[in-house]
């Protein structure tokens, strides 16, 4: 019988700790809306209450504009907004990563091979092996 208590009363502060440390599990819907064209524009925005937002407007399979935002595990707010067009998904933020600058050795590389033409090598007809065939060469 003990070990039967000593196994509830475990399973018990288990599911308690879990509960008492999981905030988002109670986070609810505080805005949301949308509106949606015949013509294919649409809009939406939503906010919940743990903090997260986002937004977007389009023309469905065109183009679409928007952004959205959530706190980090530290607490820092992070925003990232975006554009999908014909060019391909553009996001933009802060914390979005970005590449290095390019060398000036590089940069020079670039510049050299730009001005200066590349050399060609002359093309070479490509032969048929059947007329190769017919013309022997005797010696």
Known sequence: M???????????????????NNTDATAYVVKNSADIQPEGQY???????NGIAAQESGLGGHQAS??????????????ISYLADENGFQPQ????????PIPAAILKSLEYI???????????????????QNKRVYG
Do not use: D, I, K, W
């Open 2 to 20: 003990f070990r039967y208590m000593l196994v509830a009363s475990a399973v018990l502060a288990c599911a308690y700790a879990a509960a008492s």
């Open 66 to 79: 928007g952004g959205y935002s959530y706190y980090s595990p530290e607490g820092q707010l992070v925003q």
């Open 114 to 132: 730009r001005t200066h033409p590349q050399y060609q090598e002359p093309q070479q007809q490509y032969r048929s092996p059947a007329l190769v």
């Open 93 to 100: 933020g802060e914390l979005l990563p970005t590449p290095p």
């Open 43 to 49: 809009q939406y925005q939503y906010e919940t209450s």
